[in-house]
């Protein structure tokens, strides 16, 4: 049984950083596409950043290519999203989500992710 559980969250400012977390547990990380999804009040979930299971590949929707920059430690099954310039338009609830045997451009599509985590709220004041 996969789990994914994020951490980090909080209320920012426009302008500021936040970094986003989460952890695998129950299967073998490195073997896993993982990604960031947010989903901000009546909008679709949409796709924010994947990352190979390597870490040499990764993808970024348009919206926040140059401020937003995805990482992980197989060391410690962790994956996360640096965001930096956040603007509140970046306010939604913001989903870890993972899968294997895709790539980090395939997982653009939130129907091929098989794990999602439980969300963290990221909120940004004008």
């Known amino acids: 049984q996969v789990q994914l559980v994020e951490s980090g969250g909080g209320l920012v400012q426009a302008g500021a950083s936040l970094s986003l977390s989460c952890v695998l547990s129950g299967r073998t990380f490195s073997t896993y596409v993982m990604g960031w999804f947010r989903q901000a009040p009546g909008k679709e979930r949409g796709f924010v950043a994947a990352?190979?299971?390597?870490?040499?590949?990764?993808e970024y929707a348009d919206s926040v290519k140059g401020r937003f920059t995805i990482s992980r430690d197989n060391a410690k099954n962790t994956v996360y999203l640096q965001m930096n310039s956040v603007n509140p338009e970046d306010t939604a609830v913001y989903y870890c989500?993972?899968?294997?045997?895709?790539?980090?451009?395939?997982?653009?599509?939130?129907?091929?992710?098989?794990?999602w985590g439980q969300g963290t709220q990221v909120t940004v004041s004008s």
């Open positions: 989500a993972g899968n294997t045997y895709i790539t980090p451009a395939t997982m653009k599509d939130p129907n091929y992710v098989r794990s």
């Open positions: 990352i190979s299971g390597t870490g040499s590949v990764t």
